[in-house]
């Protein structure tokens, strides 16, 4: 399974990297916001991190876009600036006719706004890259999700879709275990999510107790 940070703070990004060799990226136009950069500053600095890597960095087209011809028409400028840059559209109408076409052009899409298993079968059936369902907003919504991915997920298997299932808007690690669990290709979260799902409690107590031991027992 891949991680991805969804991130566009070229520090978090940074850590990552070089840290947990993360896999890839995501943006949305709420990380960029929060970079405090320009949009075309802040994913300039993001493909310069992963240059030469082959890793996908998703960027996302302005979300006022009505027509699939305004999406195509950035999209396509956007996938020039970077070999790494995978397209963000919109699990709309508009934004599956975009995939479409990208799709037909070789342009790299990640289909967002995910909240159902029809929604991804259609973007599947329009060739994006990825697909990304959102479990977090679902669940705060008090939605069960475990049955979403599962059903993503199995629907690819029986089509044999190269799509990728990408769980998105994860909130903790029991989230990224159930995704993995399921079958998903990757899950993207933000970099406080992984930091404490990498954590555990009774790691640190263990540690303390072996430690005490350590300094109580001559080493040679
Ligand atoms: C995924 O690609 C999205 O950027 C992300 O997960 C959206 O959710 P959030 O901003 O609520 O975390």
Known sequence: MKFFLDSAKADEIRYARDMWNIDGV???PRHVRNSGKPFLTAIRDIAREFEG?????????????????????????LA????????????????YRALWTLSERGIRV????????MQALQAARLGATFVSPFVGWKEAN??????LVQEIVTIYRNYHFKTEVLVAAVRNARQIVEAAVAGAHIVTAGFDVFKEAFDNPYTAMGLKRFSDSWDATPYE
């Open 26 to 28: 995501t943006s949305n």
């Open 142 to 147: 008090g939605e069960e999700i475990s049955h």
């Open 80 to 95: 020039s600036m970077s070999p790494n840059f995978v397209i963000k559209l919109p699990a709309t109408e508009a934004g």
């Open 53 to 77: 890597t082959g890793k996908p960095i998703s960027v996302e087209v302005n979300p006022h876009h009505l027509t699939a011809e305004a999406m195509v028409e950035e999209a396509v400028k």
């Open 110 to 117: 990640n289909l967002t706004l995910v909240f159902s298993a």
